[in-house]
């Protein structure tokens, strides 16, 4: 299983920034994809949920309104579309794939928030 996460960067507040995740190593298609981030000196958190067909999403209440996660099935990539960005989003956001109990994670990719 390989998760690998791009697109984190530097923007301003209220900038946006899109993230995707390649997967390989798994069929894809039949799992629930997630994003989690974990900013310094606090635990994990989930952020978004896509299901395998892409139909149902969910989101911390933080993030609802200004996140969207999709998933491409054809391309094996899930994205977290991230709009209104605030400084308290600044964090390392990670993808997760999520088999028989066992947690699989990218390397992170560091979003920052600030002006």
């Known amino acids: 299983v390989q998760l690998v996460e791009s697109g984190g960067g530097l923007v301003q507040p209220g900038g946006s920034l899109r993230l995707s995740c390649a997967a390989s190593g798994f069929i894809f298609s039949n799992y629930a994809m997630r994003w989690y981030r974990q900013a310094p000196g606090k635990e994990r958190e989930l952020v978004a949920t896509?299901?395998?067909?892409?139909?149902?999403?969910q989101y911390t209440e933080s993030v609802k309104g200004r996140f969207t996660i999709s998933r491409d099935n054809a391309k094996n990539t899930v994205t977290l579309q991230m709009n209104s960005l605030k400084p308290e989003d600044a964090a390392v956001y990670y993808c997760n794939y999520r088999w028989n109990w066992i947690d699989y994670w990218g390397q992170g990719t560091q979003v920052t928030v600030s002006s």
């Open positions: 896509v299901s395998s067909t892409g139909d149902s999403t």
